[in-house]
Every structure is written in C-alpha cells, then in structure tokens.
C-alpha cells in the first residue's frame, strides 16, 4: 500500500495540515455543481434515458464490471444500450471517437475498448461526453445510454444515477481531496439512484451488494486453459491491485506482485521478468498486452453479480422513463 493510501484508508493524521485545502476544494466542486443545476452552464438532455456509474472517490472501485453487468442485463430485456466514457489512458486521433473491439487501447483507452470486446454494444469515447452521446445518437443505434464514470461530469444530464463503493475501503478517511480519498462529501450517497458495495463489510443505506464472480482463466488470445494453481507473476495496472492479488491468492496462486500505474501503457519488456513463472494478469490490461501475446500469459476474467431486487428495480425505473 502507499503511502497516500495509508494516509487516505488509514488513522494517519498528516494531512490534516491541508484541511483548510480541503473546504476550498469542496467549496468550488459545490460551486461548479450548483452553476449546472441552475442553468448557469450548460446542462446537455439526450433523447433516451441516460445512467451514469460513478463513483465519489479516486481509484479503482469496479465500475467496469457493473457496466457490463448492465449492458448485458439491457440487452437481455430488450433494450438497445451503448456506453460513452472519457476514455481514460487513450489519446485518440480524433473526438468523438467510435471503439470496435479492433480498436488499439492507446487510442480508445483500455475499459472501453474492454467494453466494447466484451458486449458487442456501440461505444464512444470523447472527454465531452455529450459529445459522445450525440455520437451514439447519430447512429440511431441505441435507446439507452450509459456512461462509464462521470458522476461529476455535470455538463451530461442523467435520469438514473448509480455510485459504486469499494466495500473493502469504503470511504477512507472521510475527508474530501487533498486531506482524503473523496471527490464529493460522502452525503453525494444520500442522493444517486442506487449505491452498490463491491464486496467488503461497507454498508450505506440502500445499499445493494455486489459480489465479483471469476471465470476461467484465459489466455491473451482469449482461449480458455487449465492453470494449476503455484507461483505466477501476477501483474496489474488498475486502481486497486491489490483485490486483483487477493483474488488471485484465494485461487490457491501464490502471487509475486508487479504493480503498474492505472491505466498504465504496457510494453513487451513490462512483462519479462527474471523467473520463468506464469504471467497472469486483469482483462482490462490485457486489451493493452494481446500484442505481445505469448505462450505463458493470461489473464483472469471477472463478472459482477448483482441481486436480482436491483435489476428489477433499475429495470422498472427504466420502463418509467420510456414511457412518460
């Protein structure tokens, strides 16, 4: 753990120094946040119902896994969902930017390029989001959007808002940036559609748990495979590794880690390592590694599980929406 983790999910009080930091930081998010929602920017309405995933601290929490938890879940009812996300690790060569699961993660960034392999679904990357739906819309493909992250992204109108919490860290701290881990004051909570903890002992009121199912390991060419379980390079360039290794050790592994930067952009030379040990590693970063697959490389696929009482309800919600 670092030491900016220890400080942030721990009871060390260094950075209470920055808490007049702090309230200037939560005082101008509140400000901005208060601009949109009296027309004084500009707020964007799309024509079809709109669900953004988020969350209100920094780091990996497991967006991604419920993104396309609903997108399957929508498609399964009918719906005709597509994703928009800023695209995070990627520089595209032009916004609005359209990800097929050709695409190269530098460009499109690797969760939506991830999506896109994955689902099959429509899906745009563009730091305006707006932007990326009107994208979606000009395609006529779609009658549900949903943005990967964005909760703050204020400038894209939402009908249904969903935060996800990292049950195992919760909130840290408390504190909002530079003192804690938060980006909005932990009351954000009280007001988004439904909260989702991924696994851990966190709870919030109405909350719904959410639970991360593993399937077979894989090769970088996607071809299923037996791995006995011993000692393997576990690699991972998420926003939380460590539940990638903690994973990984309740398989029987036994992990040598290698920790890599979010949304870290991975060379062949990333991968070579001074034993011959297996490699195994997240989907998202293997979108990045398929290039320099080889025979000792793979990746570990996960799904979330979510309780049936919130697809029933986000699916009713949903219906609401449609039809008024």
């Known amino acids: 753990m670092s030491f900016i983790d220890r400080v942030w999910y721990g009871k060390i009080p260094w950075l209470l120094p920055l808490w007049p930091v702090e309230k200037l930081f939560v005082f101008l998010a ?24 988020g969350n ?14 609903l997108v399957e879940l ?21 916004y609005p930017y359209r990800v097929v699961a050709s695409s190269n993660a530098a460009d499109s960034g690797d969760e939506p390029l991830m999506i ?26 779609v009658d549900v959007i949903i943005s990967d992250d964005g909760l703050q992204h204020y400038r894209l ?20 940036l530079p003192v804690g881990p938060l980006r909005e004051p932990p009351a954000r909570l009280d007001e988004v559609d439904f909260c989702i903890v991924n696994g851990g002992g966190w709870k919030h009121c109405n909350s719904y748990p959410m639970s991360l199912n593993v399937s077979s390991i894989q090769t970088l060419l996607a071809e299923p495979v037996q791995l006995l379980p011993g000692k393997v390079n576990a690699v991972a360039g998420i926003g939380n590794p460590q539940r ?28 070579l390592f001074d034993n011959d040990f297996p490699v195994i590693m ?3 970063d293997a979108v990045k590694c398929r290039a320099f697959a080889a025979d000792n490389r793979y990746y570990l696929p996960v ?21 008024n």
Do not use: M
């Open 30 to 53: 509140h400000r901005r946040r208060t601009a949109f929602g009296k027309g004084l920017k500009t707020v964007w309405q799309a024509p079809v119902p709109v669900i953004v995933v």
């Open 56 to 69: 209100i601290s920094v780091g990996g929490v497991g967006k991604t896994p419920v993104v396309v938890h």
């Open 74 to 94: 929508l498609i399964q009812f009918g719906f005709r969902p597509g994703v928009v996300s800023r695209g995070y690790g990627g520089n595209a060569p032009d």
């Open 116 to 141: 896109a392999q994955r689902c099959g679904c429509p899906v745009v990357v563009d730091p305006d989001r707006a932007q990326a739906c009107r994208a979606l819309l000009e395609s006529g493909e």
């Open 157 to 176: 109108s939402r009908d249904i808002e969903i935060a996800v919490v990292d049950g195992a860290r919760g909130l840290g701290n408390g504190h909002c």
């Open 244 to 271: 990638f290794f903690k994973t990984l050790r309740s398989l029987g592994f036994e992990v040598i880690e290698h920790s890599f930067a979010d949304h870290h952009h991975f060379s062949a030379n990333d991968l």
């Open 282 to 284: 997240t989907e998202k």
């Open 303 to 323: 799904s979330a599980e979510l309780p049936e009482v919130f697809e029933k309800q986000l699916l009713d919600q949903l219906n609401r929406l449609i039809s």
